[in-house]
């Protein structure tokens, strides 16, 4: 038995010095990168482009289910962006609520025909709507059918080549856009871009805009802004550096047309639908053999709000890596296929065996080192020293996330938001990684038995935080 | 070396790190606040040279010499901003000025750096005071590999665009992205008594594989002695060199254009067709009545629905020509002239656009 438990505790350990040296290349990775996007985001020459009408147009896709309390003060926002030629498209996805009452209101609405071809399949669209007010919007008054198909449905009525995935409950700075355009205003051949999503919880807000970025003082929102950072400065700045990212957030990304359109858009039976359509991307592109990026830019910013009560966390932590669990299991076969380059040899690999099967090995690792110490076969103060030092490990990632945060953007300029940021950082490990596990341990029950659903994200809309200042 | 040595040895490590971090973090913060309090007067202090030599009321030294003061950096980031707002003779004064500073020297010697960074810094500042003299060192950004560095570079053609210049930037069209080409188009828009000889020098390249894009720039540049050169390519038997064609000819309204589009409305590709009826419906002559018309009842729904929004561009016969059609015996014309007909100004302007 003590045989065993040693075994299973070296395999531990070695599962995650593996893991950790991933990481910590990840990091590396992401210093070069980071420095290099400042300074393109800096130029001036590359912004006075962007601000010319030379940028492609786009067309933003919002998808609305039940937002009622956001929807007004989100689309307004999105309409007076610092971008010549978009249009926004908003589809109400069968809400309950009063979301399409509010967006008549607010935008007065009149009915249209429907003379866009239907591509790609979407629940019945009961009807379209332009706005007498804001001649960019166009909504879509359609069937429930899920994010992905209220998408789809988006897609097929867009106009222009680029298309945004944005959450009607997102608010997109003001040169977001012209920011995320870089790429292709350079020449690359884009097939998507992501930007960040910082954490609008706790901050300074009017008119759908981000005023004042502070850090929020509760510890679950505010231990949530560390970990946007974290996932965000390195995780995919480094990805950028080490043959592309898997992931572009639903909440903000860009992608062209017709590689959407080519893939038969975003799957309608994935809850992950971002991952799951950046994974068949590369996968079609791979397979076609076309020369494309799939990118992430970390200036271009959209705020969002995070959840900041525990079940609502648990319902989206659970939410996510149930469909990650489902798509790494769906495009398995792109693992270590030499045709899938660093994709399948580096992408799916780390997502497979680094982010999926994580929790399970964490797991572990406590129940032997439990049962080594009640066994007597392992050593106490080894065993704490140990679990200090992974610990210790997760904080350094953390702290390195604020100091690329620091370096690269100083979006939260007073002390007592960075002294905030520190705290986090440092409490993230005591408790609220643990918890996160256990939702994420939960999450492969979940996909086994294939309970599929969003859960319910409660808004409590944008309120002016702050202690309302700027109300 | 035992476990627990190992482990304390990683935990110290690791606490190093971590103080290395933290300090890293205090110390960033304070050398950014220093510097913002060292630059912020300088800068203060150029800015009222630059207005003080906007008004004529001192020379370029003065403001050669407030440029100076700054960092590298903060001066050419100025210098950038400054270029905007004046032009002319007056800029060109500051250029010469500039020009043999040894800061300025340093930034023209960034041009060959390994960093893309610096020279993306050297073309910056050559983007707003590039001289004659500078003629190379433009061309060897322009050539650059990094598409920052030679989009920046490229600004420079506005002050200094040799017919060599211009033949690099030629060259490199076909690679150009669409926004990319665009900028180039506005930048030489200034100069075209350079660039349309060259341009149409490159249009008469008709086995040329970047041939397509080069016809788009020449749209996009949109000056009228491209006119022929273009119209003599609708007959090309590329398809995507027909569909540019179809397109340019939009932006040159004349009796040549029209008459070849009303042929390229009967084009074989319906890519083609399309295009060529929307140009018809861009230079809104009533003479191509007819031939949109006929585009009412193309077998592609794009063709059909193109052919509709130009003729609500033709006035009172446009409109009429879709009345007649919304109660024709064609259902597909039928149907579009019923669609379009049912917009609102509004939605047809934007359809349309």
Do not use: C
Request: hydrophobic content about 50%; overall charge positive.
């Amino acid at each position: 038995m003590s045989e065993v438990v040693r075994a299973v505790d070296a395999s531990v350990i070695v599962y995650f010095v593996v893991l950790n040296s991933f990481y910590a290349l990840l990091l590396v990775m992401a210093l070069p990168e980071i420095w290099a996007q400042t300074r393109l985001a800096e130029d001036e020459n590359l912004l006075r482009l962007q601000e010319s009408g030379a940028p492609p147009p786009i067309s933003i896709l919002v998808p609305a289910y039940n937002e009622e309390a956001t929807i007004e003060a989100s689309i307004t926002a999105i309409l007076t962006l610092d971008y010549r030629h978009y249009e926004v498209i908003v589809v109400n996805d069968g809400s309950k609520d009063g979301t399409m009452d509010r967006l008549h209101e607010a935008f007065d609405l009149y009915e249209v025909p429907r003379i866009h071809p239907e591509t790609l399949a979407s629940r019945p669209i009961r009807a379209l709507f332009r706005s007498r007010t804001r001649p960019r919007l166009v909504v879509i008054d359609k069937e429930n059918g899920g994010k992905a198909d209220s998408l789809n449905a988006a897609i097929n009525a867009s106009r222009w080549p680029l298309v945004i995935a944005v959450d009607a409950d997102t608010l997109i700075e003001p040169d977001a856009m012209l920011r995320l355009t870089r790429p292709f205003v350079m020449g690359l051949k884009v097939a998507a871009v992501g930007g960040t999503v910082r954490v609008a919880n706790g901050s300074v807000i009017r008119d759908g805009r981000v005023l004042e970025p502070r850090v929020p003082p509760r510890f679950l929102p505010g231990v949530q802004v560390v970990e946007y950072l974290r996932s965000f400065l390195y995780g995919r700045l480094g990805w950028n550096r080490l043959g592309g990212n898997l992931i572009i957030s639903g909440a903000f990304g860009l992608f062209r047309k017709e590689f959407l359109l080519e893939i038969g858009g975003y799957r309608t039976d994935s809850i992950v639908e971002d991952f799951d359509v950046v994974v068949r991307l590369h996968r079609h592109l791979r397979d076609r053999r076309t020369p494309y990026v799939i990118t992430f830019v970390p200036d271009p910013v959209a705020w969002t709000e995070v959840p900041e009560s525990l079940a609502v966390l648990r319902r989206q932590r659970e939410r996510w890596h149930r469909g990650l669990i489902l798509t790494m299991w769906k495009y398995h076969g792109m693992l270590f296929r030499p045709r899938y380059g660093r994709i399948g040899s580096l992408g799916m690999p780390f997502f497979t065996f680094g982010e999926m099967l994580a929790p399970l090995v964490e797991v572990l690792g406590y129940v032997v080192t439990a049962a080594g110490l009640w066994l007597g076969v392992l050593d106490v103060p080894i065993a704490v020293l140990f679990f200090l030092v992974a610990l210790s490990y997760g904080m350094i990632l953390s702290i390195w996330g604020i100091v690329l945060e620091e370096v690269g953007f100083r979006r939260y300029r007073r002390w007592g938001d960075l002294g905030r940021l520190l705290l986090f950082a440092a409490l993230e490990n005591f408790g609220y990684r643990q918890l996160t596990v256990w939702y994420r341990l939960r999450a492969f029950w979940s996909a086994m038995r294939d309970r599929s659903g969003w859960g319910r994200m409660t808004r409590t809309g944008f309120a002016p935080a702050g202690g309302g200042t700027a109300s | 070396m035992t476990s627990r040595d190992l482990l304390i040895i990683v935990a110290v490590g690791q606490s190093v790190t971590l103080a290395a971090l933290l300090g890293a973090i205090g110390v960033n913060r304070w050398i950014r606040q220093r510097r913002r309090a060292r630059v912020l007067p300088r800068r203060v202090v150029l800015d009222q040279a630059m207005n003080g030599w906007a008004l004529g009321e001192i020379g370029p030294e003065l403001v050669a010499r407030a440029l100076e003061d700054l960092p590298t950096a903060d001066a050419v980031e100025a210098l950038v901003g400054w270029a905007g707002r004046l032009r002319g003779e007056r800029w060109q004064a500051l250029a010469q000025a500039l020009d043999q500073r040894p800061w300025t020297a340093r930034l023209r010697a960034a041009v060959r750096a390994r960093a893309w960074w610096r020279r993306l810094q050297a073309a910056r500042f050559l983007s707003v005071a590039a001289t004659p003299a500078d003629a190379g060192l433009v061309a060897r950004l322009l050539g650059d590999a990094q598409p920052a560095v030679h989009i920046a570079a490229g600004a420079a053609l506005e002050r200094i665009a040799t017919p060599h210049l211009v033949r690099i930037v030629i060259g490199r069209m076909p690679e150009m992205a669409a926004p990319v080409q665009a900028h180039y188009a506005s930048v030489l828009r200034t100069t075209h008594g350079v660039v349309v000889p060259l341009l149409v020098e490159r249009l008469g390249q008709v086995y040329d594989p970047g041939l397509p894009r080069i016809v788009e720039f020449a749209g996009r540049f949109g000056d009228a002695g491209l006119r022929e050169a273009v119209r003599a390519l609708a007959g090309h038997s590329n398809q995507e060199v027909r569909v540019q064609v179809a397109r340019a000819l939009g932006d040159f309204p004349h009796t040549a254009s029209i008459a070849a589009l009303r042929t390229l409305t009967t084009d074989s590709a319906w890519e083609v067709r399309a295009q060529a009826v929307r140009a018809l419906g861009r230079i809104a002559d009533s003479v191509t009545l007819p031939d949109l018309v006929a585009r009412l009842g193309d077998s592609v729904w794009w063709v059909r629905l193109r052919a509709a929004l130009a003729l609500t561009r033709l006035g009172a016969g446009g409109r009429d020509a879709l009345l007649t059609a919304e109660i024709g015996s064609q259902p597909d014309a039928r149907f579009v002239a019923r669609l379009i007909l049912g917009l609102t100004p509004q939605a047809l302007t934007e359809f349309a656009a």
